[in-house]
């Protein structure tokens, strides 16, 4: 899997684009459509699906540009409907769901907290944390449907997922390794 970072919003929000046997998902397009429009154009490839970790303007912000473009379905945990205004989901998930990305699979991860349908996404080596999961910290739970008990619930989850060696791929700031 071939997984590229185009930082978008003046918030620096971390869209990636995932790539294997020409097939593309496109996780967190938050803003700066145009960007991540020209960076699948250069990787090439079918967009097979759209994936907001949760429904913050910062991580959804380009969904409609990237869906209208490719005709390619946007995905998001059921939990968040309840907070989203004009977007429409083309697919609800829920946790152990699995998103095809050409020979490989990501799988759901239901991990509440900072908003009630935050997700994470498994893959062969790494895992897509959104804002539940950053290389300092953890996100905030402040905002509307945040629970810190369910964030501490959620992290100790993804604890007995991560192994040494994993890559976490957070919704802002650099990738970062799983130590031991
Ligand atoms: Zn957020």
Not at 52 to 69: K, L
Not at 81 to 87: A, E, I, L, N, Y
Not at 110 to 134: A, E, K, N, Q
């Amino acid at each position: 899997m071939e997984i590229h970072r185009v930082t978008v919003t003046p918030l620096r929000s971390n869209c990636f684009i995932l790539k294997s046997e020409g097939e593309l998902v496109v996780i967190d397009p938050g803003g700066d459509p145009e960007r991540i429009l020209r960076r699948i154009d250069e990787f090439g490839g079918r967009v097979v699906a759209i994936v907001a970790t949760h429904y913050h303007f910062d991580h959804t912000g380009a969904v409609e540009e990237i869906r209208s473009h490719y005709k390619a379905p946007f995905m998001i945990h059921e939990n968040e409907v309840p907070f989203m205004k004009d977007t429409k989901a083309d697919r609800l998930l829920i946790d152990g769901d699995e998103i095809a990305c050409g020979a490989e699979v990501l799988q759901v991860i239901h991990t509440p907290g900072h908003t009630p349908g935050s997700i994470c996404m498994l893959g062969d080596g790494f895992v897509i944390t959104g804002d539940t999961l950053f290389q300092h910290g953890y996100g905030r739970t402040d905002f509307p449907g945040g629970s810190e008990e369910e964030m501490l619930h959620s992290l100790a989850k993804l604890e007995k997922i991560l192994v040494a060696g994993m890559t976490v791929y957070p919704g802002h700031g650099l990738p970062f390794e799983v130590k031991v």
